[in-house]
C-alpha cells in the first residue's frame, strides 16, 4: 500500500491538440484518469492536479513544462508522475497504472 502521496500533474488546454483527434480533451482525461486511480487503487492517497498551459502559472518547473507544450516538444495532455513523464497526447492507463506501482500502490482485485 503506498504511503507517500503521489503527486501527478495533467499538463492540457482546453482545445483539443491538432494531432489528436477523437482523443479526449485534457480536462477529460484529467477526470478519466482521476476516476480510473480511485477504482484500481482505493483508499491510497494521491495529488493529482490539471495545468492549463495558458493560464498564468506560478511554478517555474510547471511553466518551464507548459512552455515545452506550447512549444510542441510534447503533445497535451501530458501526464506527470512525481516529475516523470508518463504519457502525452493519447494516455493509457498501463503506463500510468505501471508508474503507481512502482511508488508502492497495490491495486485492488
Same mark, same amino acid.
Given at each position: 500500500?503506498?504511503?507517500?502521496?503521489?503527486?501527478?500533474?495533467? %499538463?492540457?488546454?482546453?482545445?483539443?491538440?491538432?494531432?489528436?483527434?477523437?482523443?479526449?480533451?485534457?480536462?477529460?482525461?484529467?477526470?478519466?484518469?482521476?476516476?480510473?486511480?480511485?477504482?484500481?487503487?482505493?483508499?491510497?492517497p494521491y495529488?493529482?492536479?490539471?495545468?492549463?498551459?495558458?493560464?498564468?502559472?506560478?511554478?517555474?518547473?510547471?511553466?518551464?513544462?507548459?512552455?515545452?507544450?506550447?512549444n510542441d516538444?510534447? %503533445?497535451?495532455?501530458?501526464?506527470?508522475?512525481?516529475?516523470?513523464?508518463?504519457?502525452?497526447?493519447?494516455?493509457?492507463?498501463?503506463?500510468? %497504472?505501471n508508474a503507481?506501482?512502482?511508488?508502492?500502490?497495490?491495486?485492488?482485485?
Amino acid at each position: 500500500m503506498a504511503t507517500n502521496k503521489v503527486k501527478i500533474e495533467i %499538463f492540457g488546454a482546453e482545445v483539443v491538440c491538432a494531432s489528436c483527434v477523437n482523443a479526449p480533451s485534457s480536462k477529460d482525461t484529467y477526470e478519466w484518469l482521476q476516476a480510473a486511480i480511485d477504482r484500481k487503487y482505493p483508499n491510497q492517497p494521491y495529488d493529482i492536479e490539471y495545468i492549463d498551459i495558458y493560464s498564468s502559472i506560478t511554478d517555474a518547473r510547471q511553466q518551464g513544462i507548459a512552455e515545452q507544450v506550447q512549444n510542441d516538444e510534447f %503533445f497535451y495532455p501530458l501526464v506527470m508522475i512525481e516529475d516523470e513523464m508518463i504519457g502525452e497526447g493519447y494516455i493509457q492507463l498501463k503506463p500510468v %497504472f505501471n508508474a503507481l506501482e512502482k511508488h508502492g500502490y497495490v491495486a485492488q482485485a
